[in-house]
């Protein structure tokens, strides 16, 4: 059977598009986000959407099915902010392991779903696709950063706290059945470092088979850094030690503006290189303009170039977006992984 690292070596792989815009489609009111189990909660809860994983798990299995259907090699579970430390935010802090759990069986019952509706495997013998990444976002909480300006040195959140949080949701994501860890949209790299940490933990403590990690940084301007000050380079020189699978980026920019930073990170990475830019800058009211067929023109382009081995798409992108930049790319050859040269410094 093939590994996800053959097929990495034989073609791009496809990872879907953005989750929220596709939950913003069903127009769900409080109600919906509540369901039964939770219609007397002391807080409002319309927004949460990886509630929905628990209260509308047959809404998040259909979007999956939609992104498997456009072309999808990867899909990520719905659970960006599936810790207790984001999910304070609505006194659900209990629910962390749940949420993680429910959202990998969505992801994994719309993946049986989809084979079974396939008379052969996309991919030819052997293929073992499609994979679920475990989505791990990058928390409401910084640690490099003060959210007070008075005082710089202040910390709303410790490194432990956010390994322990970040622990609790590898071992719900490992329980639900994912096939890959995706640490993703990361402003803050040691934010990203006490992710690292927990994962390597929780496989250490269990004796459990490590799963491969997918890590995806975000470069928040022009200017080619990270919100907490990163270069790119400097970003991935803080988290290559994890050994990943793949180092990209996401979010932030549309394709055009991010171009540039997926060139560089093309050269510098040993390992794999992704990439899912928004559907171009939101609007002045928000949202995202650029067409399925725009989007994947300029995705086609990077791999035409050599820069890519996954691609897919984030904010405002759909199953459109997604099928458009599938077919654009099905027949360029992924990019080469270069010889890293061992020397002594």
Known sequence: MKTIQDCLNERILIIDGAMGTMIQRYKLAEADYRGE?????????????DL??????????????????????????????????????????????????????????????????QKA?????????????????????????????NNPGYRAVTFDEVVEAYYEQVKGLSDGGVDILLIETIFDTLNAKAAIFAIKKYFRDTKKESLPIMISGTITDASGRTLSGQTLEAFYTSVMHAKPLSIGLNCALGAKEMRPHIEELSQIASCYVSAYPNAGLPNAMGEYDENPEDTAHFLEDWA???FVNIVG??????????????DEVKNIKPRQLPVVEKELV
């Open 37 to 49: 189990r939770f219609k007397d909660w002391h807080l409002d809860v319309k927004g949460n959407n």
């Open 313 to 326: 798409g984030c904010c405002g992108t759909t199953p459109d977006h997604i099928k458009h930049i599938a």
């Open 304 to 306: 035409k170039e050599g």
């Open 121 to 149: 495997s996309p991919g030819g013998g052997g293929w073992t696709g499609p994979w679920v990444a475990g989505a791990i976002g990058p928390l409401n909480k910084t640690l490099s950063l003060s959210p007070d300006v």
């Open 52 to 117: 929905l994983n628990l209260t509308q798990p047959q809404i998040i299995t259909a979007i999956h099915k939609q992104y498997l259907d456009a072309g999808a090699d990867i899909i990520e579970t719905n659970t960006f902010s599936s810790t207790s430390i984001a999910m304070a935010d609505y006194e659900m802090q209990s629910l962390a392991y749940e949420l993680n759990v429910a959202a990998a069986k969505c992801a994994r019952n719309a993946v049986i779903e989809f084979k079974e509706s």
